[in-house]
């Protein structure tokens, strides 16, 4: 059993090792986790600049929610998808430790890529507003962020689960890229979407998770009807739930893949 | 299973289904493999020989646990395939070749650690593992250079390493001198002879035959998803009706001369080609007895006969076997 353990922890770490040289030996990857966060944070920092200090934190956080959205979820599924078109698919999975840990091992750096992501974006705006953005509990504040950035990395290992089913999850992964944003509240209050959305809405750990963050850095906000506490509560159910369901899928995906034989189609 | 079975496998069948049409409302179905059995021995190096579509790496993938049959059972190591893979799978080898299915970012050594890695080989031994690998495949000068500035038969090389790094019990090489320039196939075929040498099994698919002949102790010739013949080259050379050879080549061959050369003594097999005007029969030949000098005289009117002798060649058999199935 400890063996075992220790093997998985092996194939993580070099997962993890393995994503990070990737990712500093190509630039592309300047695009998502620098670029994008710089022209994220700008954007939204234009659009609500005369606005009052609240509105202009609530934009923000959407903005480096967006940022970290890319980084960490879109990049875990997008590791697997590279998996195919490199075809190191078959033989990653002709290996002993279960392809979950693989994919355990870039969503830990997705994850830290994404935090960078999360900070460019409120150094940013920060530069832009020419004094750091007034937070209501900094501490507290910083300490659900990196929740948040769990939360997404939950979503993302289903997600990297959709590559490994099919070519075809980037189509998929790409049209709802905007709907998360919308859906999750990133952009704007869920509540102004139609009300048969909502309960579509709270299936995702991001929508509490960013609602419970901008109760706790916005002065005045009442988000959700069920507060601060509820939210938390929501995020952490519903990230638990994700993961317990990632371990599952990932079987039973590893099991299909086997069976319908196209783990080398891409 | 005969102790020293390393594979074994019965009636295994392996179907595709693949959804058409407008709306993907049309499933059709391709038989890969329509039952085979087959048996390897511990140690020896089995060639799997087959023309492009007749099933080899479907079930190479169904042996190495890559992929599931649709029936029939598979045994590796004494493992079934299917539901011991876990445990399988770390005494087992595959290399799929071929210019994708590495890390092509990263230099050759980290793509081997990652596996190393992924292999649980211990600790301890990683380096000098990797070491040894990448000085065995010839590619130790290169060994902290992008794979993506590799040539095909480096990447080549690179796959065997990952396939052998972690000492299998058993090796799967899927036509792994494929893209190699003459010296590195060779070395390649050295590697090959050297882990049989260290107890490993080699289960080969290639299209070379006289790959499989040089490295092969037996040969089975899949066409179509059956296996026609299991042998050795010995074995399937007597199958396809004797191991010598006769060519005789001319012109205006009429019914009555090709009777005589069909019922010369030990002729078992009779093989008509063109080239333009000029006719090549090729005969397959049980005895010694028949030479060139006695075709010759069985047939006086064609004194512009081209005969030559040679060994019936691997090549030789296969075609006839595959030509044989497609028949």
């Known amino acids: ?266 | 299973m005969s102790p020293s079975a390393a594979i074994r496998t019965h009636g295994i069948r392996r179907s595709y289904a693949a959804r058409k049409g407008f709306l993907f409302n049309e499933i059709v179905r391709t038989d890969a493999l329509k039952g085979v059995d087959l048996e390897v021995n511990s140690g020896e190096i089995f060639g799997l020989l087959g023309p492009n579509g007749a099933g080899k790496t479907t079930l190479t993938k169904i042996l190495s646990t890559l992929l599931l049959p649709t029936e029939g059972h598979a045994e590796v190591l004494g493992l079934d395939v299917v539901k011991d893979a876990p445990r399988l799978r770390p005494r087992i080898g595959l290399v799929l070749g071929g210019e994708r299915g590495l890390y092509n970012r990263v230099s050759a050594r980290e793509n081997l650690r990652y596996f190393a890695d992924l292999y649980g080989v211990p600790t301890a031994e990683r380096a000098g593992r990797i070491t040894e690998v990448l000085d065995r495949v010839g590619l130790t000068e290169s060994a902290d250079r992008r794979v993506e500035e590799f040539s095909r038969g480096m990447k080549q090389k690179l796959h065997i390493a990952r396939g052998i790094l972690h000492r299998p019990e058993l090796l799967f090489l899927d036509e792994p001198t494929i893209g190699l320039d003459p010296k590195s196939a060779r070395e390649t075929r050295k590697l090959v002879r050297s882990l049989v040498a260290d107890g490993v099994t080699i289960f080969l698919t290639t299209h070379y035959m006289f790959e499989a002949e040089e490295l092969c102790q037996r040969i089975a010739v899949l066409t179509r998803g059956r296996i026609v013949a299991n042998d050795t080259v010995q074995g399937l050379s007597r199958l396809v009706g004797g191991d010598r050879t006769l060519e005789v080549e001319g012109y205006g061959f009429d019914d009555a001369e090709v009777e005589v050369l069909r019922r010369l003594p030990g002729v078992s097999r009779l093989k008509y080609e063109e080239f333009g005007p000029r006719i090549r029969y090729t005969l397959r030949v049980r005895t010694s007895e028949l030479t060139p000098p006695t075709v010759q005289a069985s047939l006086p009117g064609h004194r512009e006969l081209a005969i030559r002798e040679r060994r019936t060649s691997l090549e030789d058999i296969y075609l006839d076997l595959v030509e044989e199935e497609a028949a």
């Not at chain 1, 979820?73 to 997008?78: A, C, K």
């Open chain 1, 1 to 266: 059993m400890a063996a075992r353990s220790y093997s998985r922890l092996r194939s993580l770490g070099a997962s993890l090792r393995l994503a990070v040289l990737s990712f500093l030996a190509d630039p592309q990857w300047l695009i998502p986790s620098m670029i994008a966060p710089v022209i994220f944070g700008l954007v939204s920092y234009m659009l609500f600049q005369g606005t009052s200090p609240t509105l202009v934190l609530y934009a923000i956080l959407g903005a480096g929610m967006m940022s970290m959205w890319g980084q960490t979820l879109y990049g875990s599924g997008w590791a697997t998808g590279q998996d195919r078109n490199l075809g190191t698919l078959e033989p990653t999975l002709s290996a002993p430790t279960p392809y979950l840990y693989v994919v355990l091992g870039r969503v830990i750096w997705n994850t830290v890529s994404g935090l960078l992501g999360g900070a460019i974006v409120f150094a940013v705006v920060g530069i832009a507003y020419g004094r750091p953005l007034p937070l209501a509990n900094p501490l507290e504040f910083v300490l659900l962020f990196i929740f948040v950035i769990l939360s997404l990395a939950a979503v993302g290992i289903v997600f990297s689960a959709a590559y490994v089913y099919t070519r075809y999850a980037g189509f998929i992964q790409n049209i709802g890229e905007f709907a998360f944003y919308v859906g999750t509240g990133c952009m704007f209050p869920i509540v102004l979407l139609p009300f048969w959305s909502n309960p579509v809405s709270l299936l995702f750990p991001p929508t509490w998770a960013l609602d419970a963050l901008r109760i706790l850095a916005i002065p005045g906000y009442h988000g959700l009807a069920w507060g601060f506490w509820g939210d938390l509560i929501g995020a952490v159910a519903t990230t638990v739930a994700y993961l317990a369901i990632a371990g599952t899928v990932f079987s039973r995906v590893e099991k299909h893949v086997l069976e319908v034989g196209n783990l080398s189609d891409w």
